[in-house]
């Protein structure tokens, strides 16, 4: 398995004009519980397709594409020293309209708690999908 180094939760990014094409840059991202890395790429070739690897040291970057649109993706686990693995997409084309859309896919494939954030300014606001159902957490 890769060895991963922890990091800090960070704040979710505003969608930003690309000032090289013109177009808007998307993001998605969301946090699985104790999900093993092959779990995690299983789940992003089944939506994606082909990943190309193209960093691999501390945190994992892949390149694929949705829509001819080419995607970044990163996978870091270890958040905050715990047992989320954070999976996060950019492009000007993605699968997901939401974090929440992209989380529901997570949870549908892995069957894994996801969190993701509430959108607030309360960096401490998320929501969380497991077993239960969905709800509003404090993740701190």
């Known amino acids: 398995q890769h060895p991963f180094s922890p990091i800090s939760k960070h704040v979710r990014?505003?969608?930003v004009q690309n000032p090289v094409v013109?177009?808007?840059r998307l993001d998605s991202e969301?946090?699985?519980r104790d999900c093993s890395l092959d779990l995690a790429l299983?789940?992003?070739r089944d939506t994606l397709g082909a990943l190309r690897c193209i960093e691999s040291e501390d945190i994992l970057l892949f390149e694929a594409s949705h829509k001819?649109?080419?995607i970044s993706?990163?996978?870091t686990a270890?958040?905050?020293?715990?047992p989320f693995c954070s999976i996060s997409c950019g492009g000007n084309a993605l699968p997901w309209g939401s974090d929440a859309e992209m989380a529901r896919a997570a949870f549908a494939f892995t069957r894994l708690p996801v969190q993701w954030g509430a959108d607030t300014i309360d960096p401490y606001d998320w929501w969380q999908l497991d077993s239960n159902g969905e709800r509003r957490v404090s993740w701190d």
């Open 78 to 82: 270890g958040i905050e020293d715990g």
């Open 13 to 15: 990014h505003p969608v």
């Open 73 to 75: 993706i990163t996978f």
């Open 68 to 70: 001819g649109s080419p």
């Open 30 to 32: 969301c946090y699985i």
């Open 22 to 24: 013109g177009t808007s």
């Open 42 to 44: 299983d789940w992003i």
